[in-house]
């Protein structure tokens, strides 16, 4: 917890110095925001986004074959304050844990000058994984959140939460996460610094012309590499690198 106080006092210094940056992309999970946390801030009215993500992982006894995870997403601004989108994750491996698709929508409330007020969930749209509700505050280049997990299925395989660390006393995503992230906009790229109460991520958006950005970063090792070591082997191995597409229009 150290860490994350340590990050959320960073991120207090930074909102009140940084500028703006621009409109955020869709995440891994959907919704517009950082890469693996959501934002204050949604997709305007009429407006389309899209994002394509992988990592890649591997298992020693399939001969060191690297596996990769793709998580594909769709998003749309009914209103200028509220989006709603769907994420649908594809492993190569193709084993029987993959989840199903899920449904994100998410309201930011109007009227505020400086601190932004963002409410969302994440319903997932199979009885296996977690669904999430969660509350955003704060400026645009740099916010913290709180929110909790909730329905999913208790004691099976990789029962996935979005956010959050994992008990695995209880065989369950942890109940309740805490959220922050800060984005900086350095002319040639945006950087992304975040934390989703499991891990540490950072990495960049690259615009590569008509809307689309290029995306590249690493994030630190969580709960659910453990917990996939658990379920699929001790020979499993994350990589941490991420990349992507991803875009507004």
Do not use: C
Not at 42 to 53: D, I
Not at 74 to 83: A, K, M, R
Not at 131 to 138: K, P, T, V
């Amino acid at each position: 917890m150290r860490k994350a106080y340590a990050l959320a006092a960073l991120l207090t210094i930074v909102t009140l110095f940084a500028p703006p940056p621009a409109a955020a992309d869709p995440s891994f999970v959907g919704g517009t925001g950082l890469f693996y946390i959501p934002s204050p801030r949604a997709v305007e009215q009429g407006h389309f986004g899209g994002s394509l993500y992988v990592d890649q992982y591997s298992i020693r006894r399939y001969n060191i074959q690297a596996e990769t995870r793709m998580r594909l997403s769709g998003i749309y601004g009914v209103t200028d304050e509220f989006e709603v989108g769907f994420m649908k994750s594809f492993d190569t491996m193709n084993h029987s844990y993959d989840p199903g698709l899920s449904v994100n929508m998410k309201y930011v409330f109007p009227d505020s000058k400086v601190v932004k007020v963002a409410a969302g969930t994440i319903l997932e749209t199979d009885n296996n994984n977690y669904s999430s509700g969660y509350l955003l505050a704060g400026a645009e280049v740099a916010y913290f959140g709180l929110g909790f997990n909730f329905g999913g299925h208790r004691n099976y395989p990789l029962n996935i939460g979005h956010f959050g660390a994992y008990n695995f006393d209880k065989r369950r995503p942890e109940i309740f996460f805490f959220l922050a992230g800060a984005e900086f906009d350095l002319k040639i790229a945006k950087l992304a610094v975040e934390y989703n109460s499991d891990t540490f991520a950072a990495g960049f958006r690259v615009p590569v012309g008509d809307g689309l950005n290029f995306n590249l970063g690493f994030r630190t090792e969580g709960d659910y590499d453990r917990l996939h070591r658990e379920v699929i082997g001790p020979s499993y191995d994350g990589k941490g690198w991420f990349a992507g597409v991803s875009g507004v229009w």
